[in-house]
T-cell receptor, first 118, second 118 residues
Framework: AQKVTQAQTEISVVEKEDVTLDCVYE???????LFWYKQPPSGELVFLIRRNSFDEQNEISGRYSWNFQKSTSSFNFTITASQVVDSAVYFCALSELIASGNNRKLIWGLGTSLAVNP | EAGVTQSPTHLIKTRGQQVTLRCSPISGHTSVYWYQQALGLGLQFLLW???????NRGNFPPRFSGRQFPNYSSELNVNALELEDSALYLC?????????????????FGPGTRLTVL
């Protein structure tokens, strides 16, 4: 069955440290999509990135980078030089094909709570 | 462009009462998703509507129901409220299908409705 595992429940770092959030997934689909979302204390989930299963190029956006490794079914997220504003819960998600016609829904990990301390 | 909007922001009810939560998707999005996020827990998928029809349902009792209107806005109804229904209810919208039938299922979230059941 499709599944997303975020083994790290909570991480605490000091500002300016680099931190990596792990995401491991299981799927039977040959074509799938992976996502990362950020949920700051305000509660609203913010979309960060989408990655297609056929594109294993790593991506960098400012201090954020993502490492997609199909061989290990992982899609890890690294924040470089962390800042207090990065404190949030981060969710990894996998799109699941649930019916013909390419209908999909997202399978969510349980999230990793990141605390960046001054 | 306006994002996903939800109303009300906060709600306090007592056990046994009924509640209706509302969601307006991003203009042009036809799919609406409802999630429950209880304190300290991840996102629990409730319902998915697309083009006015229920496409998928999470593992919740029938007292959780909803509908989608012709303008793609949606309501979530919860009957016979129980204490454990206290949670943040998040609505998300997406384009169910892009040109050619491909669906990324990238979801954009509203700020949520925080429901407290006393």
């Amino acid at each position: 069955a499709q599944k997303v595992t975020q083994a790290q429940t909570e991480i605490s770092v000091v500002e300016k440290e680099d931190v990596t959030l792990d995401c491991v997934y299981e799927t039977r689909d040959t074509t799938y999509y992976l996502f990362w979302y950020k949920q700051p204390p305000s509660g609203e989930l913010v979309f960060l990135i989408r990655r297609n299963s056929f594109d294993e190029q790593n991506e960098i956006s400012g201090r954020y980078s993502w490492n997609f490794q199909k061989s290990t079914s992982s899609f890890n997220f690294t924040i470089t030089a962390s800042q207090v504003v990065d404190s949030a819960v981060y969710f990894c998600a996998l799109s699941e094909l649930i019916a013909s016609g390419n209908n999909r829904k997202l399978i969510w990990g349980l999230g990793t709570s990141l605390a960046v301390n001054p | 462009e306006a994002g996903v909007t939800q109303s009300p922001t906060h709600l306090i009810k007592t056990r046994g009462q009924q509640v209706t939560l509302r969601c307006s998707p991003i203009s042009g999005h036809t799919s609406v998703y409802w999630y429950q996020q209880a304190l300290g827990l991840g996102l629990q998928f409730l319902l998915w509507y697309d083009e006015g029809e229920e496409r998928n349902r999470g593992n919740f009792p029938p007292r959780f129901s909803g509908r989608q209107f012709p303008n793609y806005s949606s309501e979530l109804n919860v009957n016979a409220l129980e204490l454990e229904d206290s949670a943040l209810y998040l609505c998300a919208s997406s384009l169910a299908r892009l040109a050619g039938g491909l669906s990324y299922n990238e979801q954009f979230f509203g700020p949520g409705t925080r429901l407290t059941v006393l």
